[in-house]
């Protein structure tokens, strides 16, 4: 996917712009109320709540043998810290890619 600007080549997307529009396929998958939560916690300004809250999942998904906790809040607590660290955002870009080459449809792309 590039963008083209009238007269020149089209430009490369960046590493991060990949993320991105990985990442939005992903959560488009959602029900309806969880997009738009997290879309409110992606938000750059909500840092506040989404540093504890990554690492209250990441907690959570270690105790997953707990009723109601479970291995589904690591990968989100991992994903909502990614946006405020640097290191984590390099590695969910490569998840992002490794589940959209291996695993299309979690995307909702076809194989």
């Known amino acids: 996917m590039m963008s083209t600007r009238p007269g020149l080549l089209p430009a490369p997307i960046s ?5 991105q529009r990985r990442l939005t396929l992903l959560l488009a998958r959602l029900p309806e109320k969880l997009q738009r939560l997290t ?5 750059p300004s909500r840092w506040w709540v989404r540093i504890p809250a990554g690492v209250l999942f990441m907690i959570g998904g270690c105790l997953a043998f707990l009723p109601i906790l479970g291995l589904w809040m690591l990968p989100l607590g991992f994903f909502l810290l990614a946006e405020d660290i640097p290191f984590l955002r390099r590695l969910s870009g490569r998840l992002l890619a490794w589940i959209e080459h291996r695993h299309p449809r979690w995307m909702g792309l076809a194989p």
């Open 15 to 19: 590493a991060e712009e990949e993320r």
């Open 39 to 43: 879309r409110w916690l992606l938000t």
